[in-house]
């Protein structure tokens, strides 16, 4: 239901309360100005913004990552079928087992990521999945020996680098990548024959210096992710009040600003759509112009407030006497309302009528002037459109029911009459 139609049949403020954009919480806007605020490699997400960026992230992260192992698998098992060709038996002989490692290792961890419950298992098999592929690959270099000792080193050290660079993940993840790389290069390197104590220290500080700059830029590409994550809300809570704002003003552009219900422009405007549409061709509607009898004697006598007091009263009554959402009331005229009963033949519409005279009557509103009953009365006009008899416009309907209204307050007032061809069109 749209703005315009929903406003016919609630007040402001329940319309209001139904229509208002969900918000993020106002704590969390208020961290999220606080950051953005301050410098961008200040940023640090308290636990609320954390898990709202994991929900946000973590699912393109896994995909990384899974693809990640996926590769490493594959590349593994290619850089082993070379080897096999390349190389003399017996070094291959002494790489096949280490080497053989890493594809079910690489494949295992990615296809069981997926199935694993929880974050905080995801990421221990993340961690150990990638520190046995380290592992096999300095294992591989130490069991072949020679020139391939320090070379696969290398390459183990590449691994965690790419590790590093690629895994979307906390910068304490990438620290312990880092660390158990670094760790693992000088254990071996230690033992390796081909070089001194001294070219194993110089190269660990070589390699060091580069795994510490790429953990350093994972920490800054983590920093400018949380900052892109930062904006996107501020966004979203700024897109939310324009929204509401629009909400706001196109419901008070359709609503009669003392009684809140439509106003003139907005019961138009429906029922002009009411009838262009195609599926409403075939169904009957029926109008209900109501006056409130003797109203300007009501604002001589007690004065305006209390005249705007039995308006308001009127049109709450009105309201409720109509199905929710689907009947429509306006504010059509100083004291006047018009009423749209879509689906309601004449029976129907003279009920409807009947009830909103009747309890209007037993609210008792003063109007001690009136040449009624001393209390607040309303006349009201009834027209009814039929596919099955003729087809007119809406202008021509709503003057049937205002004939029917000026018919009701010359037999009397305080009743309703339906349109007849002997009241005539005026």
């Known amino acids: 239901m749209d703005a315009k139609k929903t406003a016919n049949s609630v007040t402001s403020s329940e319309w209001l309360s139904r229509n208002i954009p969900e918000r993020l919480d106002p704590a969390i806007t208020a961290e999220v100005e606080r950051l953005l605020a301050g410098r961008t490699r200040n940023i640090r997400l308290n636990s609320k913004l954390?898990?709202?960026?994991?929900?946000?992230?973590?699912?393109q992260a896994s995909k990384i990552i899974r693809a990640w192992f996926m590769w490493v698998a594959v590349i593994d098992a290619l850089?082993?079928?070379?080897?096999?060709?390349?190389?003399?038996?017996?070094?291959?002989?002494?790489?096949?087992?280490?080497?053989?490692?890493?594809?079910?290792?690489?494949?295992?961890?990615?296809?069981?990521?997926?199935?694993?419950?929880?974050?905080?298992?995801?990421?221990?098999?993340?961690?150990?999945?990638?520190?046995?592929?380290?592992?096999?690959?300095?294992?591989?270099?130490?069991?072949?020996?020679?020139?391939?000792?320090?070379?696969?080193?290398?390459?183990?050290?590449?691994?965690?680098?790419?590790?590093?660079?690629?895994?979307?993940?906390?910068?304490?993840?990438?620290?312990?990548?880092?660390?158990?790389?670094?760790?693992?290069?000088?254990?071996?390197?230690?033992?390796?024959?081909?070089?001194?104590?001294?070219?194993?220290?110089?190269?660990?500080?070589?390699?060091?210096?580069?795994?510490?700059?790429?953990?350093?830029?994972?920490?800054?590409?983590?920093?400018?992710?949380?900052?892109?994550?930062?904006l996107e809300l501020r966004d979203r809570s700024r897109l939310a009040d324009l929204i509401d704002a629009n909400k706001r003003l196109e419901f008070l552009a359709g609503t009669d600003p003392l009684t809140g219900v439509a106003n003139r422009r907005s019961m138009s405007e429906s029922l002009d759509r009411f009838w262009t549409e195609s599926s409403n061709k075939t169904r009957q509607v029926a109008i209900l112009m109501c006056d409130i009898d003797h109203f300007k004697r009501l604002n001589d006598s007690l004065g305006h407030a209390e005249g705007d007091r039995s308006l308001v009263e009127v049109a709450n009554i009105i309201r409720r006497?109509?199905?929710?959402?689907?009947?429509?009331?306006?504010?059509?005229?100083?004291?006047?309302?018009l009423v749209m009963l879509p689906g309601s033949g004449e029976r129907d519409a003279v009920t409807v009528a009947e009830r909103i005279r009747s309890e209007v009557e037993a609210a008792a509103l003063p109007n001690p002037t009136s040449g009624v009953i001393p209390y607040v009365t309303v006349s009201i006009g009834i027209a009814v459109a039929s596919p099955d008899t003729e087809v007119i416009s809406t202008e021509k309907l709503q003057h049937r029911a205002d004939m029917a209204l000026y018919r009701a307050k010359e037999n009397g007032r305080n009743r309703s009459v339906v349109y007849r061809s002997d009241i005539g069109e005026g």
């Open 50 to 59: 954390a898990d709202l960026f994991r929900e946000r992230s973590w699912p």
């Open 321 to 337: 006497c109509l199905r929710d959402g689907i009947d429509q009331v306006s504010r059509y005229g100083g004291e006047e309302f």
């Open 79 to 230: 850089a082993l079928g070379i080897n096999m060709l390349l190389l003399p038996a017996d070094i291959v002989w002494k790489m096949l087992f280490p080497a053989s490692i890493v594809p079910p290792v690489a494949v295992t961890t990615a296809v069981v990521f997926v199935e694993l419950p929880s974050l905080w298992m995801k990421r221990v098999l993340i961690l150990s999945g990638l520190f046995a592929i380290l592992v096999s690959l300095a294992f591989w270099g130490y069991d072949a020996g020679a020139e391939f000792y320090e070379r696969h080193l290398t390459i183990m050290l590449f691994v965690a680098v790419t590790a590093i660079i690629i895994f979307p993940v906390q910068i304490e993840f990438a620290v312990a990548i880092g660390a158990f790389a670094m760790g693992l290069y000088m254990t071996f390197q230690l033992r390796n024959p081909n070089i001194t104590i001294g070219s194993a220290l110089s190269d660990f500080l070589f390699f060091s210096i580069g795994v510490i700059a790429t953990v350093a830029a994972r920490r800054t590409a983590n920093i400018l992710a949380h900052k892109t994550f930062l």
